[in-house]
């Protein structure tokens, strides 16, 4: 099992930054790659951005590639996402994920919110 803990979530004004922290424990090892994804109110959950743990390969979405940067601290089994030129439609309930295969995601932290004000 691989436990996630999100943080780094909260409000910020349209043009403004925010960091998101998802810290992996247990069974860090099996891990393939994290990612991030959001769920606004009445929405699909949608891909932001992926890394996978080895090669360090980034994968974004185009709604956010100009803007994001996912990052990994090996030794803290932490990943980053920063965020920047934050825009209102950017509000959502911001989720950590982990894959031990290349093809799925297999546990997922509680998710962390971000509101952006206009």
């Known amino acids: 099992q691989v436990q996630l803990v999100e943080s780094g979530g909260g409000l910020v004004q349209a043009g403004g930054s925010l960091r998101l922290s998802c810290a992996a424990s247990g069974r860090t090892s099996s891990v393939y790659r994290m990612g991030w994804f959001r769920q606004a109110p009445g929405k699909e959950r949608d891909f932001v951005a992926s890394l996978n743990w080895s090669s360090s390969t980034t994968y974004y979405a185009d709604s956010v590639k100009s803007r994001c940067t996912i990052s990994k601290d090996n030794a803290k089994n932490t990943v980053y996402l920063q965020m920047n030129s934050l825009k209102p439609e950017d509000k959502a309930l911001y989720y950590c994920?982990?894959?031990?295969?290349?093809?799925?995601?297999?546990?997922w932290g509680q998710g962390t919110q971000v509101t952006v004000s206009s």
């Open positions: 994920a982990a894959g031990i295969w290349k093809r799925s995601w297999d546990y």
